[in-house]
């Protein structure tokens, strides 16, 4: 009996870990989904799918010193659909990537995302204009909702040189965006390149 009873919890300790790491990667599945509706959002000049990304009562903090903190979901959504339809107006295109290099949980509900992100600005090809790309920091704090997913509280961002997203370390599990490569100098006109990730806001 003595020897059915420690076999018993010798299984139960080795059995635990197993779960922990698949529940671990579903975790870091849901979480790297984020960066895909960010990513749709861009490419369609749509900011619907960003309704899957921020809670309800999500807090913006811009870089902008004319501009407050925004407050609520519905007006974040505003800003990126007021920036979306000014570059719909000029007939361009986005796409967007992240790179995240730390994922900080405070507690199973809630996680700090530290990120690098990149944004890339296509004129209208009868312009000739050359591609324009910018890089941000990101910082964004992320808690589940009533129904278990994950959604973004608090959302900070800042310019960054280029250079940090290209050389950005890559984490196993994390999302580490590839769409990129590194442009030459010649098409990257700094001057030029648009407002993007802070557009909206």
Known sequence: MKFLLTALILCASLAAPVFAATNDKAEQTALNAIYGEFIKAFKALDAAPLANVYADDTIYVPEQNSVGIVKGKTDVLALYQKFFDRVKKRRAALDVDFRVIERLHTSTNEV??????????????????PISEFAGKLVMMLKKNNQLQWRVQLDMSNRADAKLYYDATPHPNFYYGEQFSELTP????????????????
Do not use: C, F, G, L
């Open 112 to 129: 700090t995302e530290i990120v690098y992100y990149m944004v890339r600005y296509h004129p209208p090809q009868d312009t000739e204009e």
């Open 186 to 201: 010649a098409v990257v006109p700094e001057n030029n390149s648009p407002n993007a990730y802070q557009h909206t806001k």
